[in-house]
């Protein structure tokens, strides 16, 4: 019987899953991603090929991952290491294709035994930096990423040692510091690799590759305080933590025709590279420790799953594309964090007091460095950015202390004259009281207290004291001999009003009264101050205050509509009264000889 042919694609289908062949790998000698570039060369995601090599291992990891720049022979150097060739080890140079960026397993780890320990170790070949159509970002996070999880970083560099180089791996040592952190907590420090200086040249003009190093990461002197030669001793502090897990090594080159290096044996290649390369495997063999994390060594899947969650940082993470120290990272979150401040800061209305302001200064301040705490890079050696901005934070904060003292001047200052030309006013009413003056005087007083804010405030208040305390000795002795005269000048004036103009006689007599009391105790008594010291002259105070001014009248203020009324309604009852209302209701006037012989 045929099967028809969708039943046969079916019957194939199902025999090639069963088989395995679909869902897993079953050849792991060679070489898989487990690292690749998302499009954009800009950040890094998982490879679930290369992964699956490392998760079927139950033992002990440890991984040897080699880093430098691009075609500095990384890939040629790790097919040798592994004793493999060029057609079956890691693609080497125009060989590789673009599917391999990022970074690359050998699939089948090698078996040791570490302290009694049997562990697994990986080989990583990484993509090389420096290389066309990528951004430093990239390159930035494959070089941190090898540095943490690595065992051994082999720093492959070819003929020298660059200062671009030293500051290259400064970066991702901090980088990957921080990033570790990040994902472990800020108690548990960076466990880095051991660091292998991998020099490939075929002379060091009497030095060995050690000194070499050595010259290149010691401190350069600085007696003057030049700022570039501070900056290059800060790269080479950055890299203080790798300490004594440092090693170099120098390699000669394989053969002069260097494209033809996969073609040949090692009979056709140089005999001191080849003894070298040697010596190389058991310098490597020898630094190999399982990758420890936490105190722990991992297995596949621990290592992967510890893979995920760096990558998962890392990749979070804001990296600048530019430059290589700590304090380069940190400039742009410096900058986001002093925003932060000057915004907060701006919100504050001026003027304030110094308390106030202090207390809003300390809260926006520990708010900005909270968030420079988060976001930072490099835990142990990020001090000088720190620093940096709480010298920025405190600069913007003098300024606003200035602006706050400014503001609180042009305040005081302001109520200051309010209060000035108020006093000088009570100083000449029209009909002096010592009752308005002292409410004049309590109300601004109270009033400058109230709304006279921030550090200007105390030169303020004394000066305010000063003038307060001179008007208010100055009214009161002008005060009573003021009044005197104004009650001299009243008494004349109310006689000729009684006598002449309302023609009330009790009016004319009072005032007569009056003015003969002043006039007479001051002669007798010699002055007028002692009559100042007189029940009497206590008495007509006390009346005149309490007509002048109370909460409800102010006669200063409505002195002349009142005298006004009351001239309309003399007039009125001078005129219209005795017709209107008969002579009971009249004022007791002055009698009139005519008007008595008309009566009769």
């Known amino acids: 019987m045929k099967l028809s042919w969708p039943i046969a694609v079916f019957y194939t289908f199902l025999c090639f899953f069963a088989s395995g062949s679909f869902s897993s790998i079953e050849n792991f000698h060679q070489a898989f991603p487990i690292i690749e570039p998302d499009p954009g060369h800009t950040k890094l995601r998982l490879s679930r090929e290369g992964l699956e090599a490392i998760e079927k291992i139950t033992t002990p990891i440890a991984a040897v991952a080699v880093i430098g720049p691009y075609r500095s022979g990384k890939s040629f150097t790790l097919n040798q290491l592994l004793s493999l060739s060029c057609d079956e080890g890691f693609g080497v140079g125009h060989m590789r294709d673009t599917k391999t960026k990022g970074i690359w397993v050998w699939g089948t780890p090698v078996e040791m035994d570490i302290n009694g320990v049997k562990t697994s170790v ?15 970002v990239y390159d930035d996070r494959i070089f941190a990423l090898a540095a943490v999880m690595s065992s051994v970083l082999i720093y492959n560099l070819p003929e020298t ?3 671009a180089d030293i500051s290259r ?91 033809k290096l996969c073609d040949m044996k090692d009979a056709e290649l140089d005999p001191l590279y080849v003894k070298k390369r040697e010596r190389l495997k058991e310098v490597v063999t020898s630094i190999i420790r399982p990758k ?10 621990q290592f992967v799953s510890f893979l995920e ?5 890392l990749n979070k993470g804001e990296i600048p594309s530019t430059g290589s120290l700590v304090e380069v990272f940190n400039k742009g979150i410096l900058e986001r964090c002093l925003k932060l401040y000057n915004e907060r800061m701006a919100k504050l209305v001026l003027p304030m007091s110094g308390e106030s302001l202090q207390k809003a200064h300390v809260e926006h301040r520990q708010a900005a460095m909270n968030v420079f705490d988060e976001q930072h890079f490099g835990r142990h050696h990020a001090k000088k950015s720190v620093d940096k901005l709480d010298e920025e934070i405190e600069k913007v904060y003098k300024n606003i202390m200035l602006a706050n003292e400014y503001q609180s001047s042009k305040l005081c200052e302001a109520l200051y004259t309010r209060c000035e030309d108020k006093m000088d006013h009570l100083q000449v009413l029209r009909l002096p009281s010592m009752a308005k003056f002292n409410a004049g005087f309590i109300q601004c007083n109270q009033s400058f207290h109230g709304e006279c804010v921030g550090p200007s405030k105390i030169n303020y208040e004394k000066r305010m004291m000063k003038m307060l305390e001179k008007s208010k000795s100055s009214f009161i002795k002008d005060y009573n001999h003021r009044l005197f005269n104004w009650l001299v000048a009243f008494s004349l004036f109310m006689v000729v009003v009684g006598r002449f103009v309302i023609k009330f006689i009790l009016v004319e007599i009072g005032a007569w009264i009056l003015f003969i009391f002043l006039e007479t105790y001051t002669r007798m008594f010699w002055s007028a101050e002692s009559l100042y010291y007189n029940p009497v002259w206590h008495f007509i105070v006390a009346a005149w205050e309490t007509l002048v001014y109370s909460p409800i009248l102010d006669l200063d203020r409505w002195a002349i509509p009142v005298c006004v009324m009351a001239v309309i309604f003399v007039v009125y ?10 002579p009971m209701l009249l004022l007791p ?4 000889p005519k008007d008595r012989h008309r009566t009769e």
């Open 122 to 136: 990986f080989y990583l070949d990484t993509e090389g930096f420096e290389s066309i159509g990528k951004s430093n």
């Open 292 to 301: 420890i994390v936490q105190g722990k060594s991992l297995n596949g899947k």
């Open 169 to 259: 791996l400064s970066f991702a040592v901090e980088l990957a510091e921080e990033f570790y952190g990040r994902f472990k907590g800020q108690d548990v420090a960076f466990e880095p690799a051991k660091l292998l200086w991998l020099i490939q040249r075929d002379f060091l003009q009497g030095k060995s590759v050690q000194e070499m190093v050595d010259e290149a990461l010691r401190r350069v002197p600085n007696s003057n305080g030049d700022k570039n030669i501070d900056q290059v001793n800060q790269i080479r502090d950055s890299l203080a933590i790798m300490g004594d897990n440092s090693t170099a090594f120098s390699l000669p080159q394989p053969h002069l025709q260097r494209t």
């Open 573 to 582: 009852w001078r005129c219209y009264g005795r017709r209107k209302h008969g």
């Open 161 to 163: 040692i660059r200062e």
């Open 589 to 592: 006037m002055y009698s009139n």
């Open 309 to 313: 969650q760096i990558l998962d940082a």
